[in-house]
């Protein structure tokens, strides 16, 4: 039998900018374009990595290649390493923060910050049941209803009412991306549960949160506030699971300020 391929895989990014580096990290069946109305601007004043985790955009799909977390953990060490980056300001959404936030419990020498946005330190049964929700809409209903169910799920109501060409994006990459991939990952995420971990998280974080997010309720950036020592909330009214494509100049000004004031309040760890 051949075995599964090891090692990392190396990602695509979209690498821009000078300055303090901060490294960007999507969610489950998304891609490093989900941030292309924050990294712009964030851009001019910082190093911004914007990457495809694999199996996911122009990353490779290892077949019969892991999905859990410490394999998608090594990809982001190898990236670092390749870019001769020490640390970042790491900052993840939905999945992407529940990687971040692994990522930073067990390699804190990277990581400079961490900003989860749209995340928690768990995926309870609400989460995997929007999740098996999905998986059901594509399988017996087809693509089309797939997305329709994604768009009614992902974005506040006024603003997907206001967008109806995020249905094209979201019917493109239904099209295109490696569902196999995609559920490899997700039965991994049906099982992360660091709260009995998270309160050993010791680089300055931020949380960031839409109230009316579906997909992830807000309780749980109440319990990141409360369990991560110095850890800072902001909550978006108004706002559903993905922020930054909601909230693109909240994200910005939230994160920019975020950068500023760890950059300012001390050097880096081991400085």
């Known amino acids: 039998m051949t075995e599964p391929p090891a090692g990392p895989v190396a990602l ?44 996911h955009g122009r990353s490779p799909a290892p077949a019969g290649g892991p999905y859990d977390f410490p394999a998608l953990q090594g990809d982001l060490v190898a990236l670092l390493d390749d870019l001769r980056i020490e640390r970042v300001h790491l900052i993840g959404l939905s999945a992407g923060a529940y990687l971040a936030l692994a990522f930073t419990l067990d390699h804190p020498e990277r990581v400079r910050s961490l900003v989860s946005i749209a995340g928690g330190s768990s995926c ?84 960031v949160h839409g109230m009316d997010d579906q997909v992830v309720d807000v309780a749980h950036a109440r319990l990141l506030r409360q369990s991560i020592p110095g850890a800072e909330l902001r909550l978006l009214a108004q706002t559903g699971h993905l922020v930054p494509i909601e909230r693109p100049d909240e994200t910005v000004v939230a994160v920019q300020g975020w950068v500023a004031k760890v950059e300012a309040a001390s050097p880096p760890p081991g400085a």
């Open 124 to 207: 309870d049964k609400h989460t995997q049941a929007i999740g098996d929700r999905w998986a059901r809409t594509y399988r017996e209903e087809g693509p089309d209803a797939y997305v329709l169910r994604l768009v009614k799920d992902l974005y506040y109501p006024d603003w997907a009412e206001a967008h109806l060409d995020v249905v094209d994006r979201l019917r493109e990459q239904a099209r295109e991306g490696d569902f196999a991939a995609f559920a490899r990952w997700g039965a991994a995420i049906r099982t992360f549960d660091v709260r009995g971990r998270v309160g050993r998280v010791n680089r300055p974080t931020l949380v």
């Open 12 to 55: 695509h990014r979209v690498d821009a900018g000078r300055g303090p580096a901060l490294l960007f990290l999507h969610g489950l069946g998304g891609d490093h374009a989900v941030w292309n109305a924050v990294t712009p601007r964030l851009s001019e004043q910082h190093r911004t990595i914007a990457v495809d985790l694999r199996g």
